[in-house]
């Protein structure tokens, strides 16, 4: 169902692959894709708001949701037209300078849906004047970005089988790449690549190998029929090396991995793609055989360094399980590896980069506790590099424990598949009890890194934890929120708080940075609605 207020004709601006590649040098005054660039670097080029000035930003306008479900998507912006998802699966275009709606679409879900992790939605791709749009109900759909008319419908998974599909998609050249969410469900996961004009399927890869293909040696019996491996968060592409980085969802059932013995590829890693073909180029595992649920869906974030004398395409990555790397993403050598909050399951990382695990540190009958908790050192909250000051900022909770338990499971369609469960000390929630989970320690930070060493440079501790995910500029202004509602900006140098707004909801997002008519906005998803913040006129 559409509904249709205005029309205009900046609507009608149609989005190239070569403006998506350069978005980030060419236009920084548009976000086009989920993560703003192929790159993924949540950095951008505009220079308007600065440390000087940031402090006068005033809210220009704000749009409110309907929906009970919070926004985690993060909005695009397309020549002063915003468009972003209102969960669980409303499309929704407005005129960016105010805020009024142009048109909405609403896909209605049928019964049954019930995605494994919450009804949300992170967003949308464009290619031309096509929006792509990926539902519960595990469908890929296709929108004309002008009037929110459906041009084509694909099936992309059986949602009666618990797959969905949350994440953005990616658009690369003439192809439209997802995956799907329900690795708690017993799904089986993949990447999968559809025309962007006719919505026909042209490769699929499987992150769960069958019988003959490469991997299926590392998984134990039939332990890979109900696998998991989702993908539940966009991706990353290099136009170069002509190679798509996804990172994969955690192995099932979550938490007794004896169940499922051997090293379950390719759950837990970073996958390396040709994007015209979904060829396995090369593929790095953080957590093998994970019994702690360590997803690594984390963003790919790819950064051009200086490493040990020589120029090297690299790719940054701060891992779910408390580790923060550097990958050759050429070749997927492993550079570096080191601990960016306080962990107990592994004892380090081997000269390949694999953890060697701790004795003991697995979840039990009685309960392990174990660090960091089932939230992880971070998640899938948008980390930021930029090439002015070469740090790599992440939203972190650390001193943060889980109490992990442990039991036999058979799978049932339809049914939570972990195999175990978790006592989790929040640090928002501050528990007092069991007296073995660790005291008041536990906080939230947003911390910045040197990616050639891993070493902390600064933190800025949180109030709360935060979800929030990180945006950096080239006036060296960081901004992100928390749970506790606030909105703020950070000197990225430094880590000096510059600026704060109250907003009142939890920001489960990230915030983007946009311009139209030579002036400079920055919008941020928070609890139910979307702000938008820019100097005064």
């Not at 205009?8 to 989005?15: K, N």
């Not at 998984?219 to 968060?233: E, K, Q």
């Not at 008041?440 to 949180?462: C, F, H, M, S």
Request: aromatic fraction near 12%; hydrophobic fraction near 35%.
């Amino acid at each position: 169902m559409i509904l249709q207020l205005a029309l205009t004709a900046s609507l009608l601006a149609q989005v190239t692959p070569d403006r998506i590649r350069d978005a980030q040098t060419k236009e920084p005054q548009n976000w086009l894709t989920y993560n703003g660039s192929y790159a993924s670097t949540h950095h951008s080029l505009l220079k308007e708001i600065t440390p000087a000035n940031v402090s006068k930003l005033d809210l220009k306008w704000v749009w409110q949701s309907n929906s009970p479900d919070k926004i985690e998507a993060a909005p695009l912006v397309v020549d002063g037209v915003m468009y972003f998802t209102d969960p669980p699966n409303d499309v929704v275009a407005l005129d960016a300078r105010t805020g009024r709606v142009f048109w909405r679409y609403t896909h209605t879900l049928p019964a049954g849906v019930a995605p494994c992790c919450g009804r949300v939605n992170r967003g949308l791709a464009i290619h031309g004047n096509t929006l792509y749009l990926g539902t519960l109900d595990a469908r890929l759909i296709a929108l004309n970005a002008a009037t929110g008319r459906k041009l084509w419908e694909t099936v992309v998974a059986d949602y009666r089988q618990s797959y969905s599909l949350t994440a953005a998609p990616l658009v690369i050249k003439d192809k439209v790449i997802i995956g799907p969410a329900g690795g708690e469900l017993g799904i089986r996961g993949f990447v999968a690549a559809y025309d962007t004009a006719t919505g026909r399927e042209v490769w699929r890869f499987k992150t769960i190998p069958e019988k003959g293909e490469p991997g299926h040696e590392t998984w134990g019996g039939n332990s890979w029929v109900h696998g998991g491996g989702p993908i539940w968060l966009t991706g990353s592409y290099d136009p170069e090396l002509n190679l798509t980085y996804w990172g994969t969802g955690n192995p099932g059932p979550d938490w007794n991995p004896g169940m499922r013995p051997g090293d379950n590829l390719y759950t837990d890693s970073v996958i390396a793609l040709d994007p015209d073909t979904g060829k396995l180029k090369w593929h790095f595992q953080f957590t093998p055989n994970d019994g702690l649920d360590f997803d690594a869906a984390q963003i790919p974030v790819l950064a051009d360094l200086e490493w040990k004398g020589r120029p090297r395409k690299t790719m940054l990555w701060g891992n779910r399980n408390g580790f923060f790397y550097v990958l050759d993403r050429a070749t997927g050598e492993y550079l570096l590896g080191k601990p960016f909050v306080k962990q107990t399951w592994a004892t380090g990382l081997d000269e390949r980069g694999r953890p060697m695990k701790a004795t003991g540190m697995t979840p039990s009958a009685k309960g392990t506790l174990i660090m960091p908790g089932v939230q992880g050192g971070t998640n899938w909250y948008a980390p930021s590099y930029s090439p002015l000051t070469k740090l790599f900022y992440l939203t972190t909770w650390d001193d943060y424990s889980g109490v992990y338990y442990s039991w036999q499971q058979d799978y049932e369609p339809g049914k939570w598949f972990a195999g175990g469960s978790v006592r989790a000390d929040v640090p928002a929630v501050r528990r007092v009890e069991p007296k073995t989970w660790p005291s008041e320690a536990a906080y939230g930070a947003i911390r910045a890194l040197d990616p050639l060493t891993g070493q902390r440079v600064w933190e800025y501790k949180t109030t709360d934890v935060s979800d929030s995910g990180l945006l950096t500029t080239a006036t060296n202004v960081l901004f992100s929120g928390s749970r506790e509602g606030h909105f703020f900006a950070l000197d990225a140098a430094s880590g000096k708080l510059l600026w704060r707004r109250y907003l009142g909801g939890q920001t489960a997002a990230t915030p983007i940075t946009w311009a139209i008519d030579g002036r400079q906005y920055i919008s941020v998803p928070s609890g139910h609605a979307i702000f938008t913040f820019g100097l005064p006129d």
